[in-house]
């Protein structure tokens, strides 16, 4: 890479960075783009020629984070070489450490999907095609091991919405959760540590694995 290619993506960089930054403390309404080109040190021409619109800044931001967290499903749940509780676990465990890693991440898509309807249809788009291929392999693994006895047969899509539900919910009620434990754990990081062992055992014993 030249010299003005790599100082072209760095730039790029910055921008996405300083974006999220901004979108997932104020929400797609509140964001502005002079703070943004601010933070990232660029001027607001500069962020302009590079994204065009806020709109397209957003865009990018939301595709990339679900672009990533499909990888990371996927690389888990989808690797074919590996059982299925195996496939399972690390679906599980990689999806939780995601999220722990994007903390703000869940809330702020709760937040626009219900202040900005339309960015619904942008969302289902970028996660559709993880979403079905996902499934559909995944429906004909838990079918197949459920007609040898070795699993209860779930449907795969329900299945997807327990190991989200579990996992999310932690930290989009961090604030709730914190108070209900009070000082039943050393810290609440000790108790994200063994919130993510019982959603694992909690999905498994839907399954029942043997």
Do not use: W
Request: aromatic share 8%; with cysteine; net charge negative.
């Amino acid at each position: 890479m030249d010299k003005e290619s790599s100082h072209s993506l760095n730039t790029e960089t910055k921008i996405l960075q300083a974006a999220e930054k901004e979108f997932f403390e104020k929400g797609y309404a509140g964001a502005r783009t002079a703070s943004i080109a601010e933070a990232a040190g660029v001027t607001h021409a500069m962020l302009h020629y590079y994204f065009r619109t806020k709109d397209k800044l957003f865009e990018r931001i939301v595709s990339e984070k679900i672009n990533m967290l499909g990888d990371i499903v996927l690389s888990g749940i989808g690797d074919s070489e590996l059982p299925l509780e195996d496939r399972i676990r690390q679906g599980v465990e990689r999806h939780f450490d995601f999220i722990s890693a994007h903390r703000d991440l869940p809330k702020f898509i709760v937040n626009e999907v219900l202040a900005r309807p339309e960015h619904i249809e942008m969302m289902r788009q970028n996660a559709r095609h993880i979403v079905n291929s996902l499934v559909d392999n995944l429906q004909r693994e838990i079918d197949d091991y459920a007609a040898q006895g070795l699993c209860r047969r779930v449907d795969a899509r329900m299945l997807l919405i327990d190991i989200i539900s579990l996992n999310v919910f932690p930290f989009m009620a961090a604030p709730i959760v914190s108070g209900a434990i009070g000082d039943s754990y050393g810290s609440y990081e000790e108790f994200l540590v063994m919130r993510k062992k019982e959603n694992l055992e909690t999905i498994l014993n839907k399954l029942k694995i043997r």
